[in-house]
Structure formats: C-alpha cells, structure tokens
C-alpha cells in the first residue's frame, strides 16, 4: 500500500509539474501519512457529507464556469486522463495561466477520500473543510512551495482531487499554495452542486 501510495502521488506531482522550470522545490522524505486535524473535524475523521454528489460522469472541464476561472486567473483549460488514484486512470482538467500555474482538477470514482487516510506514502494529509463538505489536504512530505490538494468527499467511494501547483519558482509560501488549491476546490464543489 505504501509504494503505490506514494506511486500515485508521484505520478499526479509529476505530471502536473512537467512543465516547471529549474530551482530545488524542497527536499521530500519517505514518512508515513498522518491524519492530521485543523479542528474542523475529530481525531482525523471527516464530518458526515451533507449529501451525494457523484463524480462518475462528470466532465472536469465543466467544473469551473468562465467567471470562476477568472477569479483563479486562469485562461484556458485542457483534458487528459490521469492515474491519480491507484486502481484507475480519472479524467481531469488542467487550468492554466501561460505557464505560470496550473490548477487540476480530478473526478476520482473507483476511490473515495479514506484512501488518502489510511496511512503510508510520502504524503502528510489533514482532514478538514472544504464548504460544506469534509475534505483532506494533501501536502508532499518534506517539501515546501512545491504544490497542494484537496480531495473532497463527494459521495461513497468517490472524490473531487484539485491541485495547485506553481510553474516558476517564484511561489514558494506553503500557505499560500494551500489556501489557492482550496480556493479553486471551492469553486469546483460549488459548480457540482449544480450539475445534475
């Protein structure tokens, strides 16, 4: 579980950070996970979902309207699938800014959020909020400045995955990549809602 665990993260990072340019983005070590709390939840666990929003054949493209890019500065967005859980490729949507930053966002439906719980991997998580729904953080162990997610429970076995990652070196506040990548969860969770 621990190697693939941290297989999937590796294959996410990697593939969202193909395109960053030069500079050292911290220096992760092997550690387990640990389920964190930021005092919106309860030794680690999520709250209960206020309802069921499947992911399963959503398009993440849709996910964010014209004026939510806008509020994320982002300018164009593009489809691709991605192994970002183990067991399955998921489609996403990479938001972009001219190569400055990349958004992406994931409908994960062969796995729900306990995955990124249940120990192992070189990733620390934190189980919090995002709106109204339980959530969990996603932060590479030992890096810093390098990217952030969120991985919102939507529905029994399923998750919503959005990523921050900068693309130059400039943006390196751990913060600050956090608070952007719940941002644009924020928004995601908010078209969903809307979705039938």
Known sequence: MQIS???AVAVFV?????????GEKGNPTPAPQTGSSTGNDSGGKLPERPGSLP?????????LTAD??????????????????EGADSPVCHYSNAGRFTYTIGAVAHKGVDYWLSGGGNVTTTATKVGDYGAVKIELTGGSGF???YAVDVADGQQLMVSYIPKTTDENDQAVLC??????????LATLKTLK
């Open 14 to 22: 990697a593939a969202l950070s193909a395109c960053s340019t030069g």
């Open 68 to 85: 939510q890019m806008k509020q994320i500065d982002t300018l164009d967005s593009r489809p691709e699938n991605l192994k970002l859980v």
């Open 55 to 63: 992911v399963s054949s959503v398009d993440p493209c849709k996910l």
């Open 5 to 7: 665990k941290l297989a």
């Open 179 to 188: 608070g952007k990548a719940e941002k644009a969860a924020g928004l995601a």
């Open 147 to 149: 990217d952030c997610s």
